[in-house]
């Protein structure tokens, strides 16, 4: 009885979440799977309409800008965030002293919403209050900085932001995968006579791939559904200059009143976050097998 | 268009809260986003007319201008079949409302208190619905106004302008006594709210062929290269840092003389009033150039939804609302005009009466337009095509040749 008892319990307690996460979670991306092939515009209708919804979609110059200013803004934050949070972790590893102290410094811009994070650098990098405000009135008259109100430059101040926010994170998880690092190949390595650069180069941070993998699918699916920071830093201007598939997708499913282009476009981004997600999860689950 | 995002989270978990204690027989559950200082103490002046009736308010109030969010809310209410009494609502969002059928009928209490006579014609055809009154307007707000700082006028002249011309010559000699001529928020409905005056400049037969009637042909003609041709003229005149800035931020600007002008609907006054600014003697409040005896308007309304038989509290709502006195006193504080033509304007400023004054004669000439900016001309869907266009146009993304083009391809592609 009691071992029965014990075999159940576990999915007594995991059961209602499990049914609320299959309902709410997979019953909804079905039910807006659902609404990207029907003609609803304002209230969800169920008319089926087949892929007309995608043609209009892909027509649009508006949904191609967005994902031209996501290609721009994933591929820096990804590849910005991972070199300067490995950067970040390895001096923090030297053995220094206060790196009790360092540590959450860097990490606690992760603590922030996007919310706050985007106002802040709003007000920061505007050039009537901000940084260029604030140098002019120091003197220095020349100084220039108004990429956050240039067309062209906008969409590289949403990065900087970004990258703010979650290089710290990233920098917390390649700490603990250098902390995992045996100390006995690194000493053989010191004896054979490598100098701490080859090390770090030929040995530690090969080691660290799966450290990469993990930062990579954490910060690619942050970076397709981003829409906070944009909403709060830019407003997805000037103009459409910082228009994202998430800021696409709100605006056409509650302001425009075209749902059914706004449900396939959140398809679209769907299809992309499992792109990176379902070979991830494979390879995980594959390694877990084998171990 | 504003933070909405917050908003809308909140609002979602508020609709869940709201659907679990529905409201009782004689209360009207109100849904609104009228949650900062003046518009939500005249709201209270409503409650209590209300409540000395006997009717309960409960108020569902969902912060984020424009109403984005309070929209969003709706649509979970009306979706789980649980529709608040009263939404407030504007323009074409109505008219979308009402054909899903949902919407209460008013007929009863718009005969006795003869509606049809005293509401401007343009602001029945959103009141009502296949000639059934659906909702109690409760202001006119004009969107063809320019708010001037009267110092930076007398330093450029002195002479209110009449025409195009004279209003580049005004933005010139501004900008060469060292102000910034306009001051202008870089946003999309910003835009459009210039690019509507501008458009109705043109003349009121072009307002309506293009906005109105969305005829094609004038979308793309050479009129229309021409108005996005003065939208970068008006360009020339704004600040570099104008990107993103909020609407009253710029009429700060106006107040305070660092700016000479403001293109802006009747709201931006209460910022004015706010600082303690009399209209005449510190700002001036002019029609846009060119668009004296015509109006561009947006209206709030309350919109009634079907109460499935129990509307007796719904339709002591709607007369409160259209009662002369909470219409003065409401107005007055929000800076708009009345909906109905027959209010005294005693007790409203000199920019207030003149409202009233243009709009009772707009009404009368035909020339009273709804404003394609503000959700009255067109629904939402060709609203913010024409946004997205004016925006990038504005930006300098397109020359105007392209932009016009651009329009009329926009907004034949969601129509």
Redesign the interface.
């Known amino acids: 009885m009691k071992e029965r008892l014990q075999a159940w319990i576990p999915k007594l307690v995991l059961g209602p979440s499990f049914l609320l996460i299959l309902f709410f979670v997979y019953g909804f991306i079905l039910y807006t799977g659902y609404l990207s092939v029907s003609d609803s515009?304002?209230?969800?209708s169920y008319g089926f309409v087949g892929l007309e919804n995608y043609e209009?979609l892909w027509?649009?110059r508006?949904w191609t800008s967005s994902l031209n200013n996501l290609a721009i803004f994933g591929i820096l934050y990804i590849v910005i965030c991972s070199v300067l949070g490995l950067l970040l972790a390895i001096l923090l590893d030297q053995k220094i002293r206060a790196e009790g102290v360092l540590r959450p410094i860097y990490l606690y811009p992760m603590a922030l919403s996007f919310?706050v994070t985007g106002t802040a650098w709003?007000w920061f990098l505007?050039?009537?209050m901000g940084l260029e405000h604030t140098m002019h009135a120091w003197g220095w008259e020349s100084f220039q900085f108004?990429w956050?109100?240039s067309?062209t430059h906008a969409i590289y101040v949403v990065v900087i932001a970004a990258v703010w926010q979650s290089s710290g994170f990233v920098m917390a998880m390649f700490l603990a995968g250098l902390r995992g690092v045996d100390p006995d190949i690194i000493r053989a390595a010191e004896i054979d006579g490598a100098s701490r650069a080859r090390i770090y180069r030929r040995i530690i941070i090969p080691m660290m791939r799966p450290v990469f993998l993990s930062a990579f699918v954490v910060l690619a699916h942050l970076a397709i559904k981003s829409?906070?920071l944009v909403?709060?830093l830019?407003?997805g201007?000037?103009?459409?200059?910082t228009e994202l598939p998430a800021t696409f997708m709100?605006?056409y499913t509650?302001?425009?009143?075209?749902m059914g282009i706004g449900a396939s476009s959140a398809i679209i981004m769907l299809i992309m976050i499992f792109s990176i997600i379902v070979p991830y999860l494979y390879s995980e689950l594959r390694a877990d097998k084998q171990s | 268009?504003k933070?909405t995002?917050?908003a809308?989270g909140i609002t979602f978990a508020l609709s869940i809260g709201a659907a679990i204690s529905p409201a009782a027989a004689a209360d009207v559950e109100v849904l609104h986003w009228w949650t900062a200082g003046g518009e939500a103490s005249a709201l209270e002046v409503l409650k209590k007319d209300l409540e000395s009736q006997g009717v309960g308010w409960q108020d569902m109030p969902v912060a984020g201008g424009g109403g984005?969010a309070a929209?969003?809310t709706l649509?979970a209410r009306?979706?789980a079949g649980n529709a608040p009494t009263a939404v407030q609502m504007l323009g074409f969002d109505i008219t979308?409302?009402a054909n899903?059928d949902v919407l209460g009928n008013l007929n009863s209490v718009a005969t006795e208190e003869k509606w049809d006579e005293v509401v401007p014609t343009a602001l029945q055809a959103f009141a009502k619905h296949d000639g059934n009154w659906i909702s109690a307007p409760v202001n006119v707000h004009s969107t063809n106004w320019v708010w001037i700082n009267k110092a930076a006028l007398d330093e450029a002249g002195g002479k209110i302008p009449e025409t195009w011309e004279e209003l580049v010559s005004v933005l010139d000699a501004m900008k060469a006594n060292g102000i910034t001529p306009l001051a202008h928020g870089?946003?999309?409905w910003q835009d459009a709210t210039l690019f509507d005056a501008v458009v109705l400049s043109m003349g009121t037969d072009f307002y309506k062929q293009s906005m109105i009637d969305l005829d094609m042909d004038v979308l793309s003609g050479e009129k229309m290269v021409e108005v996005f041709d003065r939208m970068s003229t008006l360009r020339s005149y704004v600040d570099?840092?104008?990107?993103?800035r909020d609407w009253n931020l710029a009429s700060a600007m106006v107040i305070d003389g660092t700016a000479g002008m403001q293109m802006m609907g009747d709201w931006a006054k209460g910022e004015f009033v706010k600082s303690e600014q009399t209209p005449g003697e510190d700002f001036l409040c002019i029609r846009f150039p060119g668009t004296q005896g015509s109006v561009t308007f947006n209206s709030d309304q309350f919109v009634m939804f079907n109460q499935e038989g129990d509307a007796d509290a719904q339709l002591k709502m709607a007369s409160a609302i259209m009662n002369p006195e909470f219409q003065s006193a409401f107005n007055v504080v929000k800076g708009s005009a009345p909906a109905r033509t027959d209010v005294s304007d005693a007790a409203f400023d000199d920019c207030g009466k003149k409202a009233m004054k243009d709009l009772a004669d707009a009404n009368e000439a035909g020339t009273l337009f709804g404003s394609m900016a503000h959700g009255h001309a067109a629904?939402?869907?060709v609203k913010?095509a024409v946004y997205?266009v004016v925006?990038?146009h504005?930006?300098?993304?397109l020359n105007s040749e392209e932009a016009a083009e651009e329009l009329a391809n926009s907004v034949e592609?969601?129509m």
């Open positions: 515009k304002m209230l969800p209009k027509k649009l508006h919310i709003k505007d050039p009537g108004d956050i109100k067309r829409y906070d909403v709060a830019t407003g201007g000037p103009g459409k200059a709100y605006s509650f302001s425009r009143n075209l | 268009m933070l995002t917050l809308a984005e929209m969003t649509r009306v979706t979308d409302w899903e870089g946003q999309p570099d840092n104008f990107s993103g629904p939402a869907a913010n997205d925006t990038q504005f930006n300098g993304e592609a969601v």
